[in-house]
């Protein structure tokens, strides 16, 4: 079995390897036929082990597509990174609620919670700004989302709220009227930074 951290990533890219090109045995299955021959339970215990294998499963999901991607989640799940994920949101430092939120998004791996809408008030803005993606993600109204934001938003914070939507390959944003007429004067320019682009030209406008 390897015993070097490079030795460790070669394996575990090999096992990566193994599972994605896996037709016909679902993942249970594989696990228990192949995954002995690549790597131990034992081994498994092992920080620095697991450690690798949560970050090669990572790096994986972020140049694959399609049903190898939906492969690659089976993984982030069968081995519990979910949870893994989960508990940094219990830590106090910002960066770690950053860093989980990502790792989420990452992975498509988001759920239904209320963990994302109570970080939109954090006083980080790095915070907010991935608690709105997050938020966005998991399918929710984008426009009641942002008008939920309490702080001024800066011009970056614009510039990367804009771009994440048009990453996400949204075509049109219903009720932008409840941006631009939205007392917070950043949310009036976000909402109608938006409405540009989405060439929402009827909304009904408060120009009082």
Known sequence: ?????????????????????EEDLNI?????????????????????????LYEEIFNANKVLLGDDQR?????????????????????????????????????????????????LTHENQFVRLVAIKAEISMGGDQVEILSEINFPLSDWE??????????????HIPNLSKLINHESVTLKILGLKLANIFQELDLEMNVS
């Open 1 to 21: 079995f390897p015993v070097t951290i490079a030795e460790i990533r070669e394996i575990i890219q090999q096992y990566i390897t193994a599972w994605l090109m």
């Open 71 to 119: 492969k690659i989640k089976e993984l982030y799940t069968f081995f519990g990174f979910e949870q893994k994920v989960k508990k940094e949101f219990f830590r106090y430092k910002w960066y770690k609620l950053v860093n989980a939120t990502n790792d989420l998004l990452a992975i498509k791996a988001l759920e239904n919670s209320t963990m994302f809408s109570e970080l």
């Open 158 to 171: 614009i510039y990367e709220i804009i771009s994440f939507l048009k990453r996400s390959q949204f075509k």
């Open 28 to 52: 249970h299955e594989f696990m228990n036929q192949e995954m002995p021959n690549y790597f131990s339970d034992i081994q498994l215990k092992f920080k620095i082990f697991r450690d690798i």
